[in-house]
């Protein structure tokens, strides 16, 4: 993971901040860890009127299901002030630490054409997607099962499948679970995107019926 522009952290059982990376502090505006470590987030007086109570709504989810919690949390970046990220914390039970979790800054324009590829912004970084994957993708993340994507694309079983583990290795998860909830807290279905798609698929369409045609006119 390429940690610029990533705020990185880590909790101790107690719920104290026992590591920050220097993007985290940087968007606080502060120069030295000493000021956050050891210290709960309602401590920090940037932080308090974000996550007033003892533990985040994610933190608490990750601590109870013992596992991963996806979060779109506004906090404070101090030349911006309050501003909507996405945060994902993860449960480990280790000796020196409880949660560990990053986030990412969201930015106003989710997704980038240029005619060939779409780019995805709000993620920890920028993706770039074809337009056949990015509707496959957007397919899996409404819950279709890859039988039904197949008759959707009207692609074999085996593309699909091929597709499916391409965008694993893209975007670096391997649970569409944890994916879709980027995809959805990230906006990257939108109505630009939407826009891409239709006329993407539009084109193809005209193409096949088009290839059918000069098929039929030769026999």
Known sequence: MDWKQIGYFEKNRDGK???VNEQYLEDLG??????????LENQIIELKPFYDR???????????????SIQ?????????????VITTRKYVNLSHARIIGFYFK??????SWDGKVI??????????????????????????TNQEIEKRTHR????????IQNIYATFEVFDFIQLASYFHKGNWLNEKSLQILENQFNA??????NTCFLSSAKV
Not at 120 to 139: D, Q
Not at 204 to 209: D, G, I
């Open 204 to 209: 193809q369409q005209r193409q096949n019926n």
């Open 30 to 39: 502060y120069d030295n860890d000493k000021l956050i470590t050891g210290r």
């Open 72 to 84: 779109k949390e506004l906090r404070y970046i101090h030349d911006k002030g309050a501003s909507p």
């Open 54 to 68: 003892f533990y985040a709504i994610g933190e608490r989810t990750a601590c109870i299901t013992r596992g991963v």
């Open 17 to 19: 901040f026992i590591t």
């Open 156 to 163: 074999a079983g085996s593309s699909i499948r091929s597709i």
């Open 106 to 111: 969201l930015r106003k324009n989710a997704i």
């Open 119 to 144: 780019t995805i912004h709000n993620y920890f970084k920028p993706i770039t997607i074809s337009p056949l994957n990015f509707y496959v993708l957007t397919l899996k993340c409404h819950g279709l």
